[in-house]
C-alpha cells in the first residue's frame, strides 16, 4: 500500500489551500470569460502592494490578449524597458585626459610651458591630443560593438495571444498578458498568480532574502514582483505593470540618473600596478638624471632649462601612455569579434580572462554534446501490468504541457503520440505540479467528461518507482508503486531500464492512480510503463571534443541520465568511460571523492548540489580554472560556482544570469572557438604589456647611462617626438593576427615582469655595448663627450627608434619570430614609423646614410639573437606557450580508431599541463573591481567603455547599480551578481 505524505512546507497550509480553491473558484465562475484586471480585493495583496491594472484593459484568459488589445496597450504603456543611461560623447572625449598617466603627460607640458619651452610644449600637447583623439575614436567604436553584443541577447517568454501560446520578447509584454512562467525564468514584469503550481520563487534580487518563497500563499498573496527568479512549478500569471512602474523598474530608473558602475578585472589591475612600478621607478631615475646632469656635468650652470627638459624628456619616454587604450580596445573588440564569428556572448569583459586559462571543461550531456531531439521509440515501450504500449504512450501525453515549446522530452512525446493518431478527446488537464529538478518528476490532474479524474506522474525511473529513492524529498505526494515489495516484478523493469540504457537511450517512467492522488489517504500508484527516448550525439560533438583536447581543455561529461547512458555516449564521442554515478561521489570520503572528481571522464545520475561540487573541487583543491556549461535553473549554482560559467542555447534565465559566457549556437562547438579567441585577446595584451615595459626599460636606462657616463644628453624635442612616433605606431597591436596556442593563457603579472625585463635589460645592454664601444674606438663619427655633436645624437636617436619598434615582432611571437606572421597594418606601422625616424635623424640631426646602415645591420643581428634565447627563456621561466594553432577548423577524428589506452595517455599528458596552469589559492577567487563612474574617473585601471557594455548585455551586470548591497548574494564572488530584471533583456 502507498501512502500520501502531506506537504510540510507551511503550518497554515490548510488555510493556503483554502485561498487557493477560493481564487480557483474565482476563475472557474469567469471561465471563457473575462478578467478584470482592476481587482481591489485587499485579500490579494503582496506585502500591501495592491494589483492596478487600466480598467480599459481586460483579458480572456482562454485566448489572451487580442493584437488589437496589444497595439492599444503599447500605445498607452509603451514597451517593457526603461532608459539606459548613455555616456555623453563630451564625457568620452574628456575623460581621456584623466587618470594617472595623462596627468604625468599634463604636468610635463605645465613645466614646459613654465620653463618657456614652446616648442617642447606644442610636442607635448600633441602627444596628449594624438592620444585623446584615438582613444576617443577606439572607445566609440568599442562601445558600439559591444552595443551590438548586447542586441544579439534578446530573452524570450512564453505567452497566450489571440488564442495560441507563442513566444515573445520580453520587452513586447504589456499590461494584461498571459504569461506561462516555469522553472528557471526570470520574471520578466510585475505579474499576479493566476493558475497551476504552487510557485517556489527566489527573491533575493530585491529582498536579499537567501530562503525562496511560496506564490501563491496567505504570508505573501499572490503577487510576483519583476526581477525574481522561478525556482520550481509552473503556473499562469497575468502581467500587471512593466517598466519603470514595476516596483524594481522605478528604483532602477531613479538609479540610473545617478550613477553607473565599471568592472574591472584582476589582469587589468595587475598590469596597471606594474606600470605604476615602473613609472615610479623611471621618475626616480629622471630625479637621478637630473642631478648628475646639473652637478656633476654643470647642467645648472650652463643651463637649467635644458637639464630640466632633458630629464623631463626621459620621463615621458618612459610613460607608456597609450598601453590602457590598447588594453581595453583588445578586451572589446575580441568580445565583439567573438560574439560575432564564434556566436558566443561574453556577459562581462573580465569573463575573458578566465575563458583564456580554462583547462577543464565540464559539459552536460543533453543537448550539448547530444541534439536533445528527442525520439520515442514507441515499438520498443515496455508496459507494465495490465497496460499496453499504447496506453503508456496516452497517459505519456497526458501528463505532458503543449505549452512548453522549449521542453524537449514534453515535445518528443506530442511528436510520438501526434505521429500514432491517438487522440485524448474528452480528457481536460486540470491542475498540474511542473518539473523540479530536485523531484525529477511531474504530476499531472486529469479528468474526463463524467468528472472521473485520474492523477498521472511521469519522471526519472528510480522516481517513479519509490519517489523517496536517492533520498527523501519535499513533494507534495510520496509514494512507492504497487507491487514495489515483488521483487520479480521490480527486477523484470529495472533489468528492461538497464538494457535500454546499455543502449544509449534515455528513459521515462510512467505511472498513475485512478483518482485525486490528493484528496486519497492511500492512493494505489500503478506502473504504467518505460519509454525509451533516443537523443544521438551531435555530428561536431567528437571533432569538437578532440580539438578541445588537442588545446589542452579537458572535458568531463555530467549528466542526470543512467551510467550506462552516460558511457554509451561517452564512447561514441570519444571521451573516456570513466564514469561515476553521482551517489558514488556524494558516499566516498573526502580524498576519496578529490580523486574520484579529478580522474574520472565524467558523472551520471547527478543532483544540482553534486554539480557545484563537482565544480568547486576542481576550481578550489586542483586550482584548475573550470568551466561549466548548463541551461537550467539546477544548473544556475554550479555555472556561478565555475570561473567560467556557460548557458548553453536555449538556457533559462536563471542560467544566463548566472553564466560568464552565453552560448547562441546549439553544441559545444562555440565554446571552442571562444577559447582560441579569448586565447587570440591575451596574447596580443600580454604581447603588448611585455613590449611597453621592456621598451620605457630601453629608453630610460639607456638615455640615463649615457647622460651618467658622459653628459651627453639627446634632444628632448626628440625625445618627445620618440614617445610620440612609438605610441602611435603600436595602436594596431589591438588588431593584430595573434595565434592561439595550445596552453592556457594564465595571466600571472610576475612572469610578464620578468619577460620584460629580458627584453628590457638584454636590448639596453647590447645598445650601452654599441654605442659606448664606438665612442670609445672612435668609430662611426660617435663622440660621447665634449663633442657630443648633433650626429652622435643623431645615431643614438635613431637607434633607439629601430630597437624599440622591431622588437614587437619578437615579443608578439609564442615561438620563433618567422614562425608567425603578423597583421599587416602592424607591419606597415613600424616601417613607417621606422622611415619617418630615419628620415628626422638624416635632416634633423646629420646622420650619414652609412651610418644608419651599420645601425640597422647591428639591430637584425641582435634582434634574431635576442628572439632565438627568447625561446630558451621562456622554457626556463615555465612560459612556454604551447603550440601555435593555426587554424579555428576542428580536429577530424575518427573514434572507433582511438583505444582506452590510448585515450588515457592523451589525458595523462593534458594533465601535466593542467597543473602547471593550475593557480595558487590566493588566485582561484578572483574579486574585480567595481567602480563608480564619473569624468574624474579616468583610464588608469578602469575601462572607460565598460559602462555602456554593463549597463546593456545581459544581466548582471546592466542592473549591478540598481540594487541595494543588502541584495548582492553571501557568496558572491568576482563579478557574481543577482538574478534582475535586466537579465531577461527588457532593461
Partial sequence: ???????????????QEQQIQEEKNKQQDIESGVVNNNDDDDDNNNNGSALVIDDNIKTDISTGLTTDQVNKAIETYGTNEIPVKITPFYVLF????????????????????????????????GILL??????????????????????????????????????????????????????????????????????????????????????????YGYNILCGT?????????????????????????????????????????KVMIIVQVLVSCCFAMVIAVLMVEGTVHDGFTLSVKQTILDALSILIASIPVALPLVLQVNLALGAAFMAKNYHAIVTSIPALQDIASMSILCSDKTGTLTTANMTVIYDQIYSGRNFTAEEALIYARLCSNPDKKDDPIDQSIIRAFD??????????????????????????????????????????????LDTSAGGHDDHELQWKIDGYNDKFFMAGITQKDKKFSVKGYKTLAIAMVDGDAREMENPVWKFVGLLPMLDPPREDTAATIASLH?????????????????????????????????????????????????????????????????????????????????????????????????????????????????????????????????????????????????????????????????????????????????????????????????????????????????????????????????????????????????????????????????????????????????????????????????LIAVFASDLKVSNMGYIIAYNVGIFILVDLVKVQFRNLIHEDPGDPIYTDDLIEVVVEEKTEMTMYAEKQQRYRVHNESALGKDEVNHQVHIRQDSIFSGFFGDIPFSDGFLNQSYGRQRAFSSLPRTALPHDARRRRTVSTPASIGFY
Fill in 229 to 269: 527568479t522561478v525556482l520550481s512549478g509552473e503556473a499562469y500569471v497575468q502581467v500587471s505593470a512593466i517598466g519603470t512602474v514595476t516596483e524594481i523598474g522605478k528604483a532602477q530608473a531613479d538609479l540610473l540618473k545617478d550613477k553607473t558602475v565599471r568592472i574591472v578585472s584582476v589582469f587589468q589591475t
Fill in 550 to 838: 588537442h588545446a589542452n581543455v579537458s572535458v568531463k561529461m555530467i549528466t542526470g541520465d543512467h551510467v550506462n547512458i552516460g558511457k554509451e555516449t561517452a564512447r561514441l564521442i570519444g571521451l573516456g568511460t570513466n564514469i561515476h554515478a553521482g551517489e558514488e561521489v556524494r558516499n566516498a570520503q573526502s580524498q576519496e571523492k578529490k580523486d574520484f572528481i579529478w580522474e574520472s571522464d565524467g558523472f551520471a545520475s547527478v543532483l544540482p548540489s553534486d554539480k557545484r561540487e563537482i565544480v568547486l573541487v576542481l576550481k578550489e583543491y586542483f586550482g584548475v580554472v573550470t568551466g561549466m556549461t548548463g541551461d537550467g535553473v539546477n544548473d544556475a549554482a554550479a555555472l556561478s560556482a565555475a570561473q567560467v560559467g556557460i548557458a548553453v542555447e536555449g538556457a533559462t534565465d536563471a542560467a544566463k544570469n548566472a553564466a560568464d559566457l552565453i552560448l547562441t549556437l546549439p553544441g559545444l562547438s562555440p565554446i571552442y572557438g571562444a577559447i582560441l579567441e579569448s586565447r587570440r585577446i591575451f596574447a596580443r595584451i600580454k604581447a603588448y604589456v611585455v613590449y611597453r615595459v621592456a621598451a620605457s626599460i630601453i629608453l630610460s636606462i639607456t638615455l640615463s647611462v649615457i647622460i651618467f657616463a658622459s653628459g651627453c644628453a639627446v634632444d628632448s624635442l626628440l625625445v618627445i617626438i620618440l614617445a610620440l612616433l612609438n605610441d602611435i605606431s603600436m595602436i594596431p597591436v589591438a588588431y593584430d593576427k595573434a595565434l592561439a596556442t595550445t596552453k592556457p593563457q594564465i595571466p600571472r603579472a610576475g612572469k610578464l615582469i620578468i619577460q620584460s625585463l629580458y627584453f628590457g635589460l638584454v636590448h639596453t645592454a647590447l645598445a650601452l655595448i654599441f654605442i659606448i664601444s664606438l665612442n670609445h674606438h672612435g668609430g662611426r663619427d660617435v663622440n660621447l663627450n665634449e663633442q657630443c655633436d648633433s650626429q652622435t645624437k643623431g645615431f643614438i636617436w635613431f637607434y633607439l627608434v629601430l630597437v624599440t619598434e622591431i622588437s614587437i615582432f619578437s615579443v608578439r611571437s609564442p615561438s620563433y619570430f618567422w614562425k608567425s606572421v603578423p597583421s599587416t597594418i602592424l607591419m606597415v606601422s613600424v616601417i613607417s614609423t621606422c622611415i619617418i625616424g630615419a
Fill in 94 to 125: 574628456l575623460r581621456q585626459f584623466t587618470g594617472f598617466l595623462p596627468f604625468l603627460i599634463e604636468i610635463a607640458a605645465i613645466i614646459s610651458l613654465a620653463v618657456q619651452d614652446y616648442v617642447d610644449f606644442g610636442i607635448i600637447a
Fill in 130 to 219: 594624438v592620444n585623446g583623439l584615438l582613444g576617443f575614436r577606439e572607445e566609440y567604436h568599442a562601445r558600439k560593438s559591444l552595443e551590438e553584443i548586447s542586441n544579439a541577447v534578446v530573452s524570450e517568454i512564453t505567452v497566450r495571444r489571440n488564442g495560441n501560446m507563442i513566444s515573445i520578447p520580453t520587452t513586447m509584454l504589456v499590461p494584461g498578458d498571459i504569461v506561462l512562467l516555469v522553472g528557471g525564468n526570470m520574471v520578466p514584469a510585475d505579474v499576479v498568480w493566476l493558475s497551476g503550481d504552487r510557485m517556489k520563487i527566489d527573491t533575493a534580487a530585491l529582498t536579499g532574502e537567501p530562503i525562496p518563497r511560496t506564490y501563491p500563499s496567505e504570508e
Fill in 419 to 464: 505521429s500514432c493518431n491517438f487522440s485524448i478527446k474528452g480528457y481536460e488537464q486540470y491542475d498540474f505540479i511542473g518539473f523540479d529538478p530536485v523531484v525529477k518528476r511531474v504530476i499531472s490532474f486529469v479528468r474526463n467528461g463524467d468528472n472521473v479524474k485520474m492523477t498521472i506522474a511521469k519522471g526519472l525511473p528510480a522516481k517513479i
Fill in 1 to 15: 500500500m502507498t501512502t500520501v505524505q502531506q506537504h510540510q512546507e507551511d503550518a497554515d497550509l490548510v488555510v
